[in-house]
């Protein structure tokens, strides 16, 4: 619901990013036009619509690069405050449909996505939706951590500055602290603040721009493979603070690890050669796949 | 002659020296070239080094001081008539001696009675003296080769580690090229230092560094020599940070706006057009930017200004526009912008480079958390790429500082301190060029002078290197 408004009024902010190149006529028939339609539609300020259940709906998903296809009709809902996981060999489009969820696929010129995408009912391709705006809604955290040259505490403030969340000094020290406490990294930096996050080790840098992502109060998290450069110790405190997460956000993680994917994902969806090939609830898919492609990936026959 | 043909005999040797080698150590490994330790080549090569190097060496030696030795053995010893004639008249003395030997044309001097004795001598004996040296060189060349070849080849068998000798050889090779670049430089200071020690010598080093009067000619009257004061380098060093500091005024802004374009606004076919479009920029030699400065932007300039003048005249700022109305096409602006054009590619090449440096992975943290471009390249790829750009300009402003056709063109000649870019002012370089063009004497302090001004100018170009690389090392440890 909250994004809803954000994302009406989304032409308020800037538009320097490339805008989406996008066909409507492949687009879903009620994504545009029926973006605020939807929005009238949900009784607002309720907390348990029947909408909240899934908090990101994709229909028929195309995603090329120039000539190449790179997504097939990907249709996936994602429910709301859990983890769901992607998991698929590489190069199966898991993180290109990642990538469509906050439009991140902009800023490649060659990149072309055709389908709808909504994030509470409303589509997030639409010509409306400024992507500066969405993607202060739907933070990411990148497969190699990604900390600015800057210090640790100008990190976890940088998105609260440019997005103007606090006005006064003490606002913004509060957030800083508040993100780096829900990211779990607080007690091992608040002697330190200001000096550069670049300096942390690789787990703590990861939580650190988990922080980040945190600090701009997003409702969707969206995870790139955020343990595949960390040791067992630090991929371990990620996966705990991934579990905390997901009481308050939407968490959507790609990961080269089934084991990763059976321990802190709710919802699991297997992709393969650009296709989705199978999604539900994780324990199934674990103990009792139905397609048999899903069966020998898990199984590790191929991949 | 002879020495090229000896040394197109001797790669010959050497070839044969190289056969050699290779074939005894195949022969030695019985026909498996597996069993040796080195490939065969290597063993060549070894033997072929031996047996060529060391004569090389001392046929060019040879062929560069052979001379030398000759007139020192010549000269060593002078007959009494000879010895009685004055230094300049026994220099002539034995030139003709040597162009007689020769069988060239000698000078008009005719010599007679002892002198007629000792020249016909002394011909004689140079021509003894150059066979003696010539043939001794080549004959030794001979043996040197003998020597190696002998030397070398025996040596080879299978566990003979010829690859780590030649190897050793190469790192030579390369060791002899990085000294002999150090060593040149460090002959360039030297002179720096001790001509400008001589200069030192009758002019001051404080009245040089902090004299406000700059007049070089007066110097040249036999009774003022090295007069103080009229050789006050301030008004060269003002003049040259004037000029400087306009062309980065108007370097710095268009350079580094351009390279932000093209690394993060332009599409792939703008930045295909404009970045050699750019470089073809950087590569106009400075004397056709330094015409274009006097023939063009000058006179423009001078109009415009004239104009402005023109329209002041008669009004509240009457005074400035009488002055206005008098300026001429030489001036600081003139050189510094032009110069600021030229440095342009320079700087937008080099900021462009190190803002492409900066990792994508920042720019996609950055967009992933709403920012937009412009936040992300004034809060994010700026300050990443900050002390390489800097480091850019520092290299430019030593460009702007040694850069001296478009001043000599553009700016005057006259040393005047002033701020005003209207004036003309001159600059260190451009008053080295003035003191060294033409025939001169390097004795008198006016040409002196300009050793001092290239040692000065060198130490404050070197600081500016120095504090741009530390800043670019201290850019490499940035990321990662």
Same mark, same amino acid.
């Given at each position: 619901?909250?994004?809803?408004?954000?994302?009406?009024?989304?032409?308020?902010?800037?538009?320097?990013?490339?805008?989406?190149?996008?066909?409507?006529?492949?687009?879903?028939?009620?994504?545009?036009?029926?973006?605020?339609?939807?929005?009238?539609?949900?009784?607002?300020?309720?907390?348990?619509?029947?909408?909240?259940?899934?908090?990101?709906?994709?229909?028929?998903?195309?995603?090329?690069?120039?000539?190449?296809?790179?997504?097939?009709?990907?249709?996936?809902?994602?429910?709301?405050?859990?983890?769901?996981?992607?998991?698929?060999?590489?190069?199966?489009?898991?993180?290109?449909?990642?990538?469509?969820?906050?439009?991140?696929?902009?800023?490649?010129?060659?990149?072309?996505?055709?389908?709808?995408?909504?994030?509470?009912?409303?589509?997030?391709?639409?010509?409306?939706?400024?992507?500066?705006?969405?993607?202060?809604?739907?933070?990411?955290?990148?497969?190699?951590?990604?900390?600015?040259?800057?210090?640790?505490?100008?990190?976890?403030?940088?998105?609260?500055?440019?997005?103007?969340?606090?006005?006064?000094?003490?606002?913004?020290?509060?957030?800083?602290?508040?993100?780096?406490?829900?990211?779990?990294?607080?007690?091992?930096?608040?002697?330190?603040?200001?000096?550069?996050?670049?300096?942390?080790?690789?787990?703590?840098?990861?939580?650190?721009?988990?922080?980040?992502?945190?600090?701009?109060?997003?409702?969707?998290?969206?995870?790139?493979?955020?343990?595949?450069?960390?040791?067992?110790?630090?991929?371990?405190?990620?996966?705990?603070?991934?579990?905390?997460?997901?009481?308050?956000?939407?968490?959507?993680?790609?990961?080269?690890?089934?084991?990763?994917?059976?321990?802190?994902?709710?919802?699991?969806?297997?992709?393969?050669?650009?296709?989705?090939?199978?999604?539900?609830?994780?324990?199934?898919?674990?103990?009792?796949?139905?397609?048999?492609?899903?069966?020998?990936?898990?199984?590790?026959?191929?991949? | 002659?002879?020495?090229?043909?000896?040394?197109?005999?001797?790669?010959?040797?050497?070839?044969?020296?190289?056969?050699?080698?290779?074939?005894?150590?195949?022969?030695?490994?019985?026909?498996?070239?597996?069993?040796?330790?080195?490939?065969?080549?290597?063993?060549?090569?070894?033997?072929?080094?031996?047996?060529?190097?060391?004569?090389?060496?001392?046929?060019?030696?040879?062929?560069?001081?052979?001379?030398?030795?000759?007139?020192?053995?010549?000269?060593?010893?002078?007959?009494?008539?000879?010895?009685?004639?004055?230094?300049?008249?026994?220099?002539?003395?034995?030139?003709?001696?040597?162009?007689?030997?020769?069988?060239?044309?000698?000078?008009?001097?005719?010599?007679?009675?002892?002198?007629?004795?000792? +020249?016909?001598?002394?011909?004689?004996?140079?021509?003894?003296?150059?066979?003696?040296?010539?043939?001794?060189?080549?004959?030794?060349?001979?043996?040197?080769?003998?020597?190696?070849?002998?030397?070398?080849?025996?040596?080879?068998?299978?566990?003979?580690?010829?690859?780590?000798?030649?190897?050793?050889?190469?790192?030579?090779?390369?060791?002899?090229?990085?000294?002999?670049?150090?060593?040149?430089?460090?002959?360039?200071?030297?002179?720096?230092?001790?001509?400008?020690?001589?200069? +030192?010598?009758?002019?001051?080093?404080?009245?040089?560094?902090?004299?406000?009067?700059?007049?070089?000619?007066?110097?040249?009257?036999?009774?003022?020599?090295?007069?103080?004061?009229?050789?006050?380098?301030?008004?060269?060093?003002?003049?040259?940070?004037?000029?400087?500091?306009?062309?980065?005024?108007?370097?710095?802004?268009?350079?580094?706006?351009?390279?932000?374009?093209?690394?993060?606004?332009?599409?792939?076919?703008?930045?295909?057009?404009?970045?050699?479009?750019?470089?073809?920029?950087?590569?106009?030699?400075?004397?056709?930017?330094?015409?274009?400065?006097?023939?063009?932007?000058?006179?423009?300039?001078?109009?415009? +200004?004239?104009?402005?003048?023109?329209?002041?005249?008669?009004?509240?700022?009457?005074?400035?526009?009488?002055?206005?109305?008098?300026?001429?096409?030489?001036?600081?602006?003139?050189?510094?912008?032009?110069?600021?054009?030229?440095?342009?590619?320079?700087?937008?090449?080099?900021?462009?480079?190190?803002?492409?440096?900066?990792?994508?992975?920042?720019?996609?943290?950055?967009?992933?958390?709403?920012?937009?471009?412009?936040?992300?390249?004034?809060?994010?790829?700026?300050?990443?790429?900050?002390?390489?750009?800097?480091?850019?300009?520092?290299?430019?402003?030593?460009?702007?500082?040694?850069?001296?056709?478009?001043?000599?063109?553009?700016?005057?000649?006259?040393?005047?301190?002033?701020?005003?870019?209207?004036?003309?002012?001159?600059?260190?370089?451009?008053?080295?060029?003035?003191?060294?063009?033409?025939?001169?004497?390097?004795?008198?302090?006016?040409?002196?002078?300009? +050793?001092?001004?290239?040692?000065?100018?060198?130490?404050?170009?070197?600081?500016?290197?120095?504090?741009?690389?530390?800043?670019?090392?201290?850019?490499?440890?940035?990321?990662?």
């Amino acid at each position: 619901m909250t994004l809803l408004n954000p994302l009406a009024s989304s032409l308020s902010k800037g538009h320097a990013m490339p805008t989406e190149n996008r066909d409507d006529t492949l687009a879903a028939p009620h994504a545009q036009a029926g973006a605020p339609a939807l929005a009238a539609a949900i009784p607002a300020g309720h907390g348990h619509v029947t909408t909240s259940e899934f908090k990101i709906r994709a229909r028929d998903v195309n995603v090329f690069y120039g000539e190449k296809q790179a997504l097939f009709d990907v249709s996936l809902d994602v429910p709301a405050k859990s983890v769901t996981a992607f998991i698929g060999p590489s190069g199966c489009g898991k993180s290109t449909f990642l990538r469509c969820i906050n439009r991140m696929n902009d800023t490649i010129p060659s990149a072309k996505v055709q389908g709808s995408i909504e994030i509470d009912g409303a589509d997030v391709n639409a010509k409306s939706v400024d992507p500066v705006v969405l993607r202060s809604r739907v933070g990411m955290v990148f497969q190699k951590p990604n900390p600015f040259p800057k210090t640790i505490f100008e990190n976890v403030a940088y998105g609260p500055k440019i997005h103007g969340l606090a006005s006064r000094k003490e606002d913004l020290e509060g957030i800083v602290e508040s993100s780096l406490k829900k990211a779990g990294l607080w007690n091992e930096v608040a002697d330190r603040l200001h000096q550069p996050g670049t300096g942390l080790s690789g787990g703590q840098q990861q939580r650190l721009v988990i922080a980040r992502a945190i600090a701009v109060s997003p409702e969707v998290i969206l995870m790139d493979e955020p343990c595949s450069a960390l040791d067992p110790i630090a991929t371990a405190k990620i996966e705990e603070l991934i579990d905390e997460l997901r009481s308050q956000y939407c968490i959507v993680i790609v990961t080269h690890s089934m084991a990763q994917a059976a321990r802190v994902s709710q919802k699991t969806a297997f992709f393969h050669l650009g296709k989705l090939v199978e999604s539900g609830p994780t324990e199934e898919m674990f103990t009792n796949p139905r397609d048999t492609r899903t069966q020998d990936y898990i199984t590790g026959r191929f991949g | 002659m002879l020495t090229w043909l000896s040394l197109l005999f001797l790669a010959l040797f050497s070839s044969a020296a190289f056969m050699a080698g290779r074939g005894r150590a195949v022969k030695s490994a019985g026909g498996a070239a597996a069993r040796l330790h080195s490939l065969p080549n290597y063993y060549g090569a070894y033997a072929a080094l031996w047996a060529g190097v060391p004569a090389a060496i001392l046929l060019l030696l040879g062929a560069m001081f052979g001379g030398r030795v000759e007139d020192a053995l010549l000269q060593a010893q002078r007959p009494a008539a000879v010895s009685a004639l004055t230094p300049d008249r026994q220099a002539v003395f034995f030139s003709d001696v040597q162009a007689t030997a020769e069988g060239q044309a000698a000078s008009e001097v005719t010599y007679e009675g002892a002198l007629k004795v000792a +020249f016909d001598a002394k011909v004689a004996e140079a021509r003894t003296i150059d066979g003696v040296v010539r043939y001794s060189t080549l004959g030794l060349a001979g043996v040197l080769a003998l020597i190696g070849f002998f030397l070398a080849v025996p040596r080879v068998n299978p566990e003979f580690r010829a690859r780590n000798r030649v190897e050793g050889w190469i790192a030579g090779v390369l060791i002899a090229c990085s000294v002999s670049a150090v060593l040149t430089t460090l002959g360039i200071v030297l002179s720096l230092i001790w001509e400008s020690w001589r200069f +030192f010598e009758s002019v001051p080093v404080l009245s040089f560094l902090f004299g406000t009067e700059w007049a070089p000619q007066i110097a040249m009257r036999a009774d003022q020599v090295a007069s103080s004061g009229a050789f006050g380098a301030v008004p060269l060093f003002a003049g040259t940070f004037l000029v400087m500091l306009i062309a980065m005024l108007v370097a710095a802004p268009v350079g580094l706006y351009s390279a932000i374009y093209l690394s993060e606004y332009a599409n792939r076919g703008v930045r295909a057009t404009i970045k050699p479009l750019l470089e073809v920029l950087a590569g106009v030699p400075t004397v056709v930017y330094g015409f274009f400065a006097a023939l063009t932007v000058g006179p423009l300039f001078r109009a415009g +200004f004239n104009w402005l003048g023109a329209q002041m005249i008669g009004g509240p700022l009457d005074g400035v526009g009488q002055y206005l109305g008098e300026v001429q096409n030489q001036m600081a602006l003139v050189a510094g912008v032009v110069m600021g054009i030229m440095l342009i590619p320079f700087v937008s090449s080099l900021s462009d480079d190190i803002i492409n440096a900066v990792p994508q992975s920042l720019r996609d943290g950055s967009y992933a958390m709403g920012a937009t471009k412009s936040e992300t390249v004034k809060k994010v790829v700026l300050p990443a790429a900050l002390p390489g750009i800097m480091a850019a300009m520092l290299l430019a402003v030593s460009r702007a500082v040694g850069e001296t056709m478009i001043v000599t063109m553009a700016a005057g000649l006259q040393a005047k301190l002033t701020a005003n870019p209207l004036d003309t002012v001159t600059t260190v370089t451009v008053q080295i060029v003035n003191l060294l063009t033409g025939d001169q004497e390097f004795d008198s302090p006016k040409t002196l002078s300009a +050793f001092g001004l290239g040692l000065t100018l060198f130490v404050v170009t070197l600081g500016l290197n120095i504090i741009a690389l530390r800043i670019v090392q201290k850019y490499r440890e940035q990321y990662d």
